[in-house]
């Protein structure tokens, strides 16, 4: 059987993602007020649909908590990244959102197509400003780190980091979600 009103799942995830990577490309952040009322929501629309469609109260309900187990697998990679500031807290909270829209097998997939956007326009955007072998250098510290106790591991520069706003591939990412599954 398939999923009753999936389409507007998706349209709800591109709308949220859109509106997220508009603001991060804009001003650099992702605010509270989107991915906190999209992750609040999220789990009452998969119920809600599931109602409309007619079908079990024990169904609808199965899907709030599915919702919810999107939005908790979806924070395991961010989180990781997030602890070593590879990763700002408005994209974590983003892919979250995203992971309780979605679900966690589309949400994990929207996660993996964003970061893999990211791999191909943060390079190329370093590149063209003169930064990317600087950056790979405080990459490969970063994540060597990760692995390293506390006092075998290298200080990173933070005047040296450069950030780039996921936002945009996190649309990418949701969009080529949306479309391969619609």
Not at 66 to 72: D, F, R
């Amino acid at each position: 059987m398939t999923e009753p009103h999936q389409h507007v799942v998706f349209f709800i995830a591109v709308v949220v993602a859109a509106i997220g990577a508009t603001l991060d490309w804009r001003t650099g952040h992702i605010p509270n007020w989107l991915t906190v009322s999209a992750l609040a929501l999220a789990p009452f629309v998969h119920v809600a649909r599931y109602l409309h469609a007619k079908e079990s109260t024990d169904t609808a309900l199965q899907e709030g908590a599915y919702s919810l187990a999107g939005a908790a697998v979806c924070a395991i990679v961010p989180l990781l990244l997030f602890r070593q500031s590879a990763l700002g807290g408005g994209d974590v909270k983003l892919f979250i959102a995203l992971g309780a829209i979605l679900h966690p097998i589309l949400g994990v997939e929207a996660q993996m197509y964003g970061f893999f956007a990211g791999a191909i326009l943060a390079p190329a955007r370093l590149a063209y400003e003169g930064r990317l072998l600087v950056t790979l250098k405080n990459s490969l510290s970063i994540g060597a780190n990760f692995f390293l106790p506390k006092s075998r591991q290298r200080a990173v520069d933070a005047t040296a980091l450069s950030w780039f706003r996921l936002g945009p591939a996190i649309l990418v990412g949701v969009v080529l979600t949306a479309y391969l599954h619609w």
